[in-house]
């Protein structure tokens, strides 16, 4: 008999993993037959499927199997559906725990066998439709956001965990310590923070790394949500939403290269400060999670920025802004996918003692960005919808655009309207007739 393929995935429900000595598959199909009198056969009608439904042997065994059990009960207990990942199906979203119990017997010690059975459910659909849809998705993208800085807080942790003073993946913890404090400090100077309120920089000792790693991501994203915050208040009194976003983004491109600024300019003489943060010489492996940490924070900021402004200009952002900061954060997220996908692959080539956890961690990362992708651009749809359909006429005049906006609507305090709408117009004071101009119909 030949072994199982090694592309078996590790099985965890809600972030908390177990081990699986079977599992059983179920689903069905739910029919409608509609017989006649004298005919063979019946018509059947296709209503769709009843939901997958998993049943799983799991077990739990060594010497913290109690820990462990007790961290599955209570996510079992947990109201509301879940993610699974399934042995072999990988990643099956909406699934409840229906039903579970476990068993311990005298002749297995530190052993726990568990039976669990998961119903695959639907997302409700809501009962009342209010007017302003688009406040429904903003608090749903909210939720998600909050859901991800929390995942990604302690995927960061996971990341750079250690066992017996080396990592599986990076090498050196004072390498990797030593790259996390140069980033802190260069993104506390990058916003100009105050030094003494936020932590930049520790002692390496290898009793306390993980909880000088903890204390310091926390810092870094503390950092990089107020800079952010701060940089997107300063350009939102004088700029339009789309040169707010482009001013933010381009923050965020210069924030993400920090990390490189640091590896290049290792051999040059540094300043006392920054001498403070750089405590040896950092390799290029050591910098990479660090790097990556980075750039799913400030994904994390951009996007609750972008959020929070859409918010605030809905009545004047146009379609066309919409849009375009749209396909911008798809692009971005679309590649710290591929980044997430590029780690599990990595610790998978190395043979890491972490690898199922990473694959976990970064599975469900990665279905948090998605979830983001798909959750603004739902977002970014209501806000469009709440505004006057629009429509495209050739102009009839030769002026300007406040006697275009009179023609129009009857109304020259909308002429700052249609200069928004209308980014190719040349000069406002001399249209042209039979230019093309968009505008709303009411």
């Known amino acids: 008999m030949t072994m199982w393929k090694n592309n078996l995935q590790k099985a965890s429900y809600k972030n908390v993993a177990f081990d699986v000595i079977s599992i059983s598959d179920k689903n069905e199909k739910a029919l409608v037959r509609h017989g006649r009198p004298f005919a063979n056969g019946t018509d059947i009608e296709d209503l769709g499927t009843q939901g997958r439904q998993c049943q799983v042997a799991a077990v739990y065994f060594g010497a913290g199997f109690d820990t462990q059990l007790s961290q599955l009960l209570a996510v079992l207990e947990e109201p509301g559906a879940g993610t699974l990942v399934h042995p072999v199906l990988g990643l099956l979203q909406n699934m409840i725990a229906a039903s579970w ?5 005298a002749d297995s ?5 568990l039976d669990i059975t998961f119903f695959e459910a639907k997302e409700s659909a809501p009962i009342f439709l209010f007017e302003n849809q688009w406040l429904a998705k903003l608090e749903q993208i ?3 956001l909050e859901k991800y ?3 990604l807080l302690g995927y960061s942790e996971m990341l750079l965990s250690v066992r017996e003073g080396i990592s ?3 090498g050196s913890t004072n390498g990797v310590f030593a790259a996390l404090c140069g980033v802190a400090g260069s993104v506390r100077r990058f916003f100009d923070l105050d030094p003494i309120k936020y932590l930049t920089s520790k002692t390496f000792s290898s009793a306390s790394y993980s909880q000088d790693v903890s204390r310091l991501i926390h810092s870094v994203a503390t950092m990089v ?4 915050a701060n940089d997107t208040q300063f350009a939102t009194g004088s700029l339009s939403t789309r040169q707010t976003f482009d001013s933010v983004s381009n923050r965020v491109d210069g924030l993400n290269k920090l990390p490189d600024n640091i590896l290049y300019s290792q051999d040059r003489q540094e300043t006392e400060e920054e001498a403070i943060n750089h405590v040896q010489k950092i390799a290029n492996i050591q910098m990479q999670p660090i790097a990556q940490i980075l750039q799913l924070l400030s994904l994390g900021a951009l996007m609750q920025n972008t959020v929070t402004m859409i918010e605030a200009n809905s009545d004047i952002v146009t379609a066309n802004e919409l849009l375009y900061i749209n396909n911008n954060l798809r692009l971005r997220i679309q590649k710290l996918i591929d ?6 692959d990595y610790a998978d080539n190395v043979k890491s003692i972490n690898a199922a956890n990473i694959y976990t961690q970064t599975t469900i990362m990665i279905q948090l960005l998605a979830n983001m992708a798909a959750q603004f651009n739902d977002y970014a749809l209501a806000v469009i919808n709440q505004k006057p359909p629009m429509r495209t006429r050739k102009a009839d005049i030769n002026g300007t655009i406040h006697q275009l906006a009179y023609l129009l609507y009857r109304d020259i305090e909308r002429a700052n309207e249609l200069m928004r709408l209308n980014p190719h117009l040349c000069h406002p004071s001399f249209i042209q007739r039979n230019e093309w101009i968009n505008y709303y119909v009411k």
């Open 225 to 228: 949500t107020t800079g952010l």
């Open 109 to 113: 010690v530190n052993y726990v066998a």
């Open 101 to 105: 119990s476990f068993r311990t017997e």
């Open 149 to 151: 800085t929390q995942q």
């Open 168 to 170: 599986s993946l990076w």
């Open 339 to 344: 980044m997430l996908r590029e780690t599990y």
């Open 142 to 144: 909210q939720n998600t």
